[in-house]
């Protein structure tokens, strides 16, 4: 899988698990210690964000970083 298309599809399952937890961009940011503009940009997949900012992120989701990348 081209890297553009990875992040596309991490930042696209980001928004999506986000979203449907209810929760805002600026609220989770803060959870999982990112800026909001990151967080964003996360959820773009303009960024790439470091393996330490993925497992915040999925602890916050309370699901794994595989699902993440949208394995099941």
């Known amino acids: ?3 553009n298309t990875l992040k596309a599809q991490l930042g696209a399952n ?3 698990l986000r979203t449907g937890a209810g929760v805002s961009k600026t609220t989770f940011a803060l959870m999982v210690g990112v800026s ?3 967080l964003a940009a996360i ?3 303009t960024a ?3 393996v330490d900012v993925l497992e915040r992120i999925a602890d916050g989701l309370e ?3 595989g699902e ?3 394995e099941r």
């Open 1 to 3: 899988m081209e890297n």
């Open 14 to 16: 980001v928004a999506e």
């Open 36 to 38: 909001r503009p990151y």
């Open 43 to 45: 959820e773009r997949g």
């Open 48 to 50: 790439n964000p470091t």
């Open 63 to 65: 699901t794994s970083v």
């Open 68 to 70: 993440l990348f949208g």
